[in-house]
């Protein structure tokens, strides 16, 4: 079908963003020599926490559960926080700045904006990378009523493998807003990308579903909508020759969020930002094996 990508992706913190348009303001930062009130406000790491008892003071608000409640990340890093349901969200455009090393790829995933620009820069070589990506709108096309009249579905993600591998390369990336003036992302990944084999076809997609259905007395039913995940079986034909390192390559990964690419440019439902839930490699053939993974998305 198409090759299976993994991207690995590299953690987002203070020492590699350098700028962004959205200021954190929501709170003031956490100050170790202060002491607060219960229904406080700070943020701390990026994180809003609320203070739970009055006379709070000296207690790190990652590490004292019993003063401090975790509201979430700030709107700036919600993007960043590895975690699902989290958006940063501006009214016009998001524009942030990363520096990284020997990135190949980058990963837009939960996005509502209708464009993304992306520059890469280099201290020796100048803009190396200067590319617009057009978010467009998909939907389900049968006939010419369909195609001019029907409902469309804003395209969810953007993955990208075509960055030159730099060392002490810097990004500015760009989401320009939706025709309502609104620009979101739900997370940001970016990485090196490694191609482990050919996705097989016989793929399985579906979702893990959350939300409840609630029966009364009277027969009457409910149904309380919550959130849902991807849920995907994909089989892939390794080279032998690639096997030990593709086997070592999963062991490294494991209990880690990865960004898996089943069939780049042509089924999105392929593209899952989670984790593996269990793999096995079955030596099958002569010069190739069958990879099987089953992996839980983060996100719907």
Aim: proline fraction near 4%; hydrophobic fraction near 40%; charge should be negative.
């Amino acid at each position: 079908m198409k090759p299976f990508t993994i991207v690995v992706p590299e953690k987002i913190t203070d020492l590699n963003l350098i700028d962004h348009s959205i200021p954190e303001n929501e709170a003031p930062p956490f100050d170790g020599l202060f002491s607060y009130l219960e229904g406080d406000l700070v943020i701390y790491q990026h994180f809003i926490y609320e203070s739970l008892q009055d006379m709070n003071l000296g207690n790190l608000p990652s590490e004292s559960p019993e003063f401090w409640l975790s509201l979430g990340p700030t709107n700036q890093f919600a993007a960043f926080d590895e975690s699902a349901g989290t958006f940063t969200t501006a009214a016009g455009y998001i524009e942030f700045d990363v520096t990284a090393d020997r990135i190949t790829s980058m990963g837009f995933l939960e996005i509502d904006c209708s464009k993304i620009i992306v520059t890469g820069k280099h201290p020796n070589f100048g803009t190396f990378y200067n590319k617009e990506f057009f978010i467009n709108s998909s939907g389900l096309v049968n006939g010419w009523y369909a195609y001019f009249f029907g409902a469309r579905i804003r395209k969810p993600e953007l993955v990208i493998t075509d960055i030159p591998a730099l060392t002490g390369a810097t990004f500015t990336i760009r989401l320009e807003p939706n025709a309502q003036g609104i620009s979101k992302i739900g997370t940001f990944v970016m990485g090196r990308f490694y191609e482990i084999g050919d996705t097989a076809l016989g793929a399985k997609l579906g979702i893990i579903d959350y939300s409840v259905k609630e029966t009364d007395a009277l027969g009457r039913t409910t149904l309380v909508e919550r959130t849902f995940k991807r849920r995907n079986e994909i089989q892939v034909f390794v080279k032998n020759s690639n096997l030990d390192s593709v086997y070592k390559l999963l062991q490294t990964i494991r209990a880690r969020n990865v960004l898996y690419i089943g069939a780049s440019g042509l089924y999105e439902s392929l593209t899952t930002y989670g984790f593996f839930r269990d793999f096995s490699l079955d030596m099958q053939l002569k010069k190739e094996s069958v990879l099987n993974l089953q992996i839980e998305g983060l996100t719907g």
